[in-house]
């Protein structure tokens, strides 16, 4: 059995679709054979491309590590200029606050964003 609940518009949706054993080989026929060695190795062979969060995220790392230290205001910035996007800089920024390798500090009423090395 099958239920599908929801909306079309205004119009509330509540379907239950009830399959027998032939509903099911049928519906199976019509699906792409299984890649040889399973799909663990059809996942293996595929090749994950990197997201964009990901590369704006490791960008993030390698500003604040390249510069060691810097004020939140300024990073907050930097982070803007290749992000695009002032919501994105600030998650980014979050991220940072709350990772490991950063120590942040304030000085004169400013938080410092600190890479600390291993």
């Known amino acids: ?4 609940r929801g909306s079309i518009g205004d119009w509330p ?17 019509h699906l792409p054979p299984p890649p040889p060695g399973g799909p663990q ?10 997201a964009p969060q990901d590369r704006l995220w490791q960008a993030a790392i390698d500003l604040l590590r390249g510069s060691g230290r810097i004020e939140g205001p300024q ?8 992000t695009g ?3 994105a800089a600030k998650h980014l920024l979050v991220r ?3 990772n490991a390798r950063v120590r942040v500090e304030v000085v004169d009423g400013t938080q410092v964003f600190v890479w600390q090395e291993e």
């Open 1 to 4: 059995m099958v239920r599908i």
């Open 85 to 87: 996007n002032a919501g």
């Open 13 to 29: 949706v509540d379907l239950t679709l009830e399959l027998d054993a032939e509903d099911w080989r049928q519906l199976a026929q």
């Open 41 to 50: 190795a059809a996942a293996a062979r595929t090749p994950v491309a990197e």
């Open 75 to 82: 990073l907050l910035a930097e982070l803007q200029a290749f």
């Open 96 to 98: 940072l606050r709350h």
